[in-house]
Structures are given as C-alpha cells and as structure tokens.
C-alpha cells in the first residue's frame, strides 16, 4: 500500500462511542498532516471536509458493523484498501475493537500491518461486484419462487425456495453460515450455493470452483436480487442470473488477529471481550 496521504472516513453516527472514536481518529491523522474526508452523515456531525465519489483517496477507514462496512466500500465503488473498527452488532469484517483504534491506527502509519485480499463475484445483471454474497430470491419476504440451479451446465437443484445465497469464502461467515452453509477458509478458490429455507430437504449447501459459472433460473415467480445487502435489482419470471467467481479484489488492512481468530469471536461468544 502506498504512502498514505488522504482517508475516506465512514461511520455509524447513531452510536455515540462511534461518533467518538471517529473524532479522534479525524485528529489524529489531521495531526499527521493527512486529508481526512468524511462521509455526509459524519461531516454534519463533526465538520471538516466532505467526501464526495469524485474525490481521490488512499485508505478507507470504517466505523461501524458488517453492514457499515459493506456500504461504505460500494459507496466508494470497492476500489480501495479498507481499515475497518468494530462498532455494532456484528462486526466480523472489522479488525479491531474501538477502544485500540488509535493504537491500530498509529501501526497503520508506522507501517506495522499486513494486507488481505478477498477476490469478488460478479453477475450478468449489471449489478456491482459482490464482497459476501448474491442472494437470488422473491420478490416478496412471505413469498417463495421457484428455481433451476446449474453449476457448468449441470443442474444441481429444482426447488420451491426462499432464496439462494452465492457467497464467498469471506461472505460464508454471514448469512449463509446462518442458513446452514458451512464455513470456507479464505484460501479455498471456491463459493458456497446455499438454499435458504428450501422446499426439498435434501437441497443441501454446495461447494464450486471459483472459476466455475452458477445459473439461477426463476421456473415460477419474480426475482429479486441483491447484492451484499446493498444493490438490488427486480427481474421477471424466467429470468436466467449467472454468477462467476472473478479476478477483482479488495483489500482489508490488517494489524489485529488472523481469519480465524475472527471466526472464533464470531461463532463463539467465549471468544468475545
């Protein structure tokens, strides 16, 4: 990562520790001589400079849980290294806590840290590339459709379901975990087919190459597609969506603990401080 000269600063504005600790990290890279650009809900917090998606920057620092974080990278169109501090519910993508976010980010402009990237899905809908997951589903929550799964050419599956969830490695640690998808270490090159609440039980999860292509067909019923939570799309009956594994990454700067330190603070409350 080069030299770090300006940062887009995004972060929850509705938890008061979190407005905190991003007023202090605004200081203390302002003390550093680096520009500090700050999202609009936090601007109208805290002042300072603007961000605007014209503007160039170095590093994305996020504030926040999973869904902070998920939006805060589309906002800045998955384009550059992101630094991320816990502050939510559910923060696995996170680094580190708030109370050693000034600790982390003195390592960061030390050069005391460690980069990790995590490759991205892409769709033939024109929606942007996918960080955790595409969810392929109705397009009403107290509907079900039904799909046609193929992976290569293959079908695999053809099921009245909620939805069908294609993650990632890093993505199999959310919503798909929580609808029975096991979990894939980062260094597999592959994605998980998960079944959310599946007609059939013998849909079962599956595991794909990365370099493999999943067809999604809607036999019966309307799609609604989203991608990560954040861009969606409504597609009609009989409607193919193709998701392939692609060469695009980001990268998640780190100082703190390993994948699986994550996993273990995310699947077991033991772990947690």
Known sequence: ??????????????????????????????????IVLLEDKLYDKLGGV?????????????VGGDGTILRALHSTGLSKPVF???AGLVGFLADCDINEALEAVDMLLEDRYRVESYKLL??????????????????DVLKTVDLEVRVEGEVIALDRVDAILVA??????????????????????????????????SFKPYVA??????????????LYVSVDGVSSANLP?????????????????????????????????RFRS
């Open 1 to 34: 990562m080069p030299r770090i000269e300006s940062v887009a600063l995004f972060s929850r504005v509705d938890i008061n520790e979190a407005l905190d600790i991003s007023f202090k990290i605004k200081e203390r890279l302002e003390d550093r001589g680096i």
């Open 50 to 62: 603007r961000w605007r998606p014209e503007y160039v920057f170095d590093l994305l620092i996020v």
């Open 84 to 86: 991320a501090v816990r």
């Open 122 to 139: 892409e769709n033939n809908i024109d929606l942007p590339y996918a960080l955790n997951e595409v969810r392929i589903g109705a397009t």
């Open 168 to 201: 990632t490695p890093l993505g199999s640690t959310g919503y798909s975990l929580s609808c029975g998808g096991c979990i894939l270490d980062p260094r597999v090159e592959a994605f998980i087919l998960t079944p959310v609440s599946p007609l059939t039980p």
């Open 209 to 222: 190459p990365w370099d493999s292509t999943v067809e999604v067909r809607s036999i019966r019923g309307d």
């Open 237 to 269: 009956e009989g409607t193919t969506v193709k998701v392939r594994g692609s060469d695009r990454i980001v990268n998640f700067v780190r100082v703190r603990g390993s994948f699986i330190e994550r996993l273990r603070r995310r699947v077991n409350p």
